[in-house]
């Protein structure tokens, strides 16, 4: 099973700067796709970020120019989430999503997705 421990949530100022991680634990392969959710309470999860093992990037319109999503090149499984000019409505819950194959014990290989807890990012006016 692959787990994912995000961290670097806190609370900032509007205009200012976080950065997210999420690393994939006991993992000796190269994750698909790893992504960046964030969710508010009552509404559903939105895709902020994707990086593939190509590193190809893809972006929510509301966080273009100012998120940045990347990959850790030798491992290839920590993603981390750049964040400037931080807005209000940027606060929220953030997840870390990673989805791929992994080998199995007789040579082949089985699709996976795993989620991260979850980390409160805040941002005051």
């Known amino acids: 099973q692959v787990q994912l421990v995000e961290s670097g949530g806190g609370l900032v100022q509007a205009g200012g700067s976080l950065t997210l991680s999420c690393a994939a634990s006991?993992?000796?392969?190269?994750?698909?796709?790893m992504e960046w959710y964030r969710q508010d309470p009552g509404k559903r999860r939105e895709l902020v970020a994707t990086?593939?093992?190509?590193?190809?990037?893809?972006y929510a319109d509301s966080v273009k120019g100012r998120f940045t999503i990347s990959r850790d090149n030798v491992a290839k499984n920590t993603v981390y989430l750049q964040m400037s000019s931080l807005r209000p409505e940027d606060t929220s819950v953030f997840y870390c999503?990673?989805?791929?194959?992994?080998?199995?014990?007789?040579?082949?290989?089985?699709?996976?997705?795993?989620w991260g807890q979850g980390t409160q990012v805040t941002v005051s006016s």
């Open positions: 999503h990673a989805e791929g194959y992994r080998p199995t014990v007789d040579g082949g290989e089985t699709y996976f997705e795993s």
């Open positions: 006991a993992v000796n392969f190269p994750i698909m796709h």
């Open positions: 990086i593939t093992s190509a590193n190809n990037t893809k």
